[in-house]
């Protein structure tokens, strides 16, 4: 009886009288976790973070506290499972587990893998917490393990989806140089959405470009009822005044753009452009040297913009010193020598000012003389591939001397394509050429097999024509020469009774003169009765009709081996046309 009562004191002396209970929750087994980490008890630690998962399933950071456990005990495919499930059920905004799945995916040896995941993170956080190890960590991967697949793949998706979306609102035909695809287009886009500001500005320069300034007026103006501060509208808008010449809207036009002071390089850029276009030569001085503050000092456009402003401004010492920066740029270089060069000339005739202007490109008369030597020496399919050189001939065509045109109307007859022939019906429909240079662009369009309907200048003005209905021969109006080769030969065939081989001899000789003597202006005939004698003596013999070479010659007075020379000219491009129209009947 004494033990019991012994017993059941010191039972009641050991036993606390608050008794606290222990709190099992996910902090509790996060901290216990830490610990095991801490002692590098990695088995234990990843016991505590499954028990933080049960008690919260629904915290993505416990997933995550897991997966980094889990990777460090090298089970990178369990790590990975729950950063996937955290990205795809829970959070996927969760930037962090791009880059944990990048650590597992690259010692797993999976390095493009490793890759995908780190440009993602970035992407998502450019600037977060582990940005700099993932910078680093890319460029390991490209260096030591070959890697630059993802980056190379992330481009090329990138620049199909910018052009994809260049097409949608314009950018991309613009910057091509396929501006009247551009109008046709963006005319499309523009009806079908009224609101898309972008298509209507681009339409408004696509209308500019093709010299229908009208239309990109109103185009411009239309943005502006719709988005009265529109910057793109607004340069637009006064470019085009300036080319009216209507200076009292100019003026208020160009209000509104000393008034702004944009944020965007790009934008301000084109502010600055536009009022040194217009004329504002102080105010663009002003714009560009706010424009300083956005880009880097030694930004190429920013050089000449300045130096274009003080050139204007009659600032010549400014200019040369800031074209003489941009003549250390590679690709400004030959702009920048033009430049000095007129700085020079212009000192050295006593004159106080150089008009220059803003745009970055090769000056006008540099482009004329390019796009001539190019002419002369570049391939038809050069043109076809390369988007600067067609450019260039639609930039030509516009703004080229005779010559030049020339050159330029026969080489989009080689290019043939629907882009060429809405250049050349595009430029048909002007009124400042003349007749001449009207037939050769009609010629073109024949050679290309065009159709339809264009406008084109007459005296009592603008009138309609079907293409279908410009005669074929109309290429004889073109040299005197041509027409009287044709005239000797069917003046021949018509006095010996040969009337029945007058239409195979006209089609063999307007075959020459559209695949020939019309794309190259450096070929001439000299002696219309050697290339006569030379068409009769192929038709003869196509016919079955017994000739003598030397007779035919001594006919036409001419040699035997001028009329050979000519006859064989003749018959090659008679048989290349004969073969590709065989061809395409069995096609």
């Known amino acids: 009886m004494q033990m019991d009562k012994r017993r059941h004191r010191y039972s009641q002396m050991d036993r606390p009288e608050n008794v606290i209970a222990m709190k099992l929750d996910a902090s509790y087994f996060f901290e216990r976790g830490m ?27 416990n997933y995550c506290n897991l997966a980094g456990v889990l990777a460090e005990l090298g089970d990178f495919e369990a790590s990975n499972e729950l950063l996937h499930y955290v990205l795809e059920h829970m959070d996927p905004h969760m930037s962090e587990c791009w880059f944990y799945l990048a650590n597992n995916y690259a010692n797993l040896g999976d390095y493009d893998a490793a890759e995908e995941y780190l440009l993602r993170y970035l992407d998502h956080d450019p600037d977060g917490e582990y940005a700099a190890e993932a910078e680093e960590m890319l460029s390991i991967l490209i260096d030591e393990f070959g890697g630059g697949k993802a980056i190379e793949r992330r481009r090329r998706e990138e620049a ?63 943005v502006l009822d719709r988005q009265p501060d529109n910057l793109h509208a607004l340069c637009n808008r006064a470019i085009l005044l300036q080319h009216f010449g209507d200076e009292a809207r100019l003026a208020r036009a160009v209000e509104p753009l ?61 200019a040369e010193s800031l074209w003489r920066q941009l003549v250390r740029l590679e690709d400004c270089a030959r702009v920048a020598d033009y430049h000095l060069e007129r700085v020079r000339q212009a000192r050295a005739a006593g004159l106080l000012t150089v008009s220059a202007g803003y745009q970055l490109d090769v000056p006008v008369e540099m482009q004329l003389a390019e796009v ?109 020469q041509w027409r009287e080769v044709w005239d000797l030969a069917e003046t021949w065939l018509m006095a010996r009774g040969l009337r029945a081989l007058v239409g195979q001899a006209r089609r063999f000789w307007l075959t020459y003169l559209y695949d020939e003597l019309f794309l190259d202006l450096k070929k001439r005939i000299v002696k219309p009765e050697t290339w006569a004698s030379g068409l009769l003596y192929v038709v003869l013999r196509y016919a079955s009709v017994p000739v003598v070479q030397r007779d035919l010659a001594a006919q036409f007075n001419v040699s035997a081996s001028s009329l050979s020379k000519c006859s064989s000219r003749l018959e090659q491009v008679v048989l290349r046309a004969g073969w590709h129209a065989r061809r395409s009947r069995e096609e």
Do not use: C
Request: proline fraction near 4%; hydrophobic fraction near 45%; avoid cysteine.
């Open 35 to 61: 610990r095991f980490l801490q002692r590098n008890d990695l088995a234990r630690a990843v016991k505590a973070f499954q028990r933080t998962v049960e008690y919260e399933p629904d915290n993505p950071v």
């Open 160 to 222: 199909r989806a910018e052009t994809m979306q260049a097409i949608q609102d314009g950018r991309y035909f613009l910057e091509n140089g396929q501006f009247e695809v551009a109008v046709e287009w963006l005319e499309q886009v523009v009806e079908a959405d009224p609101s898309h500001i972008a298509a209507r500005n681009n339409l408004s320069l696509a209308y500019y470009y093709i010299g229908q300034y009208e239309n990109a007026l109103a185009m411009a103006e239309s």
């Open 258 to 318: 000393l008034k702004v002071i944009p944020l965007h390089p790009d934008i301000a850029m084109k502010v600055a452009i536009t009022l040194g276009f217009v004329g504002r030569h102080a105010d663009a001085l002003l714009a560009f040297r706010r424009l300083a503050r956005l880009v880097p000092p030694d930004h190429p456009m920013l050089l000449h913009g300045l130096a274009a402003a003080h050139a204007n401004l009659g600032n010549l010492r400014a």
């Open 372 to 480: 001539r030597d190019r002419l002369q020496t570049s391939s038809p399919d050069e043109w076809k591939r390369d988007p600067l050189l067609r450019a260039s001939l639609y930039w030509s065509l516009r703004h080229g001397n005779r010559e030049v045109r020339q050159r330029v109307i026969r080489a989009l007859a080689v290019v043939g394509d629907n882009d060429a022939e809405q250049a050349l019906k595009s430029f048909l429909a002007r009124s400042d050429i003349d007749a001449s240079l009207q037939e050769q662009t009609l010629v073109a369009l024949k050679r290309m097999g065009a159709k339809g309907a264009v406008r084109i200048w007459r005296a009592n003005g603008s009138t309609e024509i079907r293409l279908e209905d410009v005669r074929k021969d109309i290429i004889l109006d073109l040299q005197p």
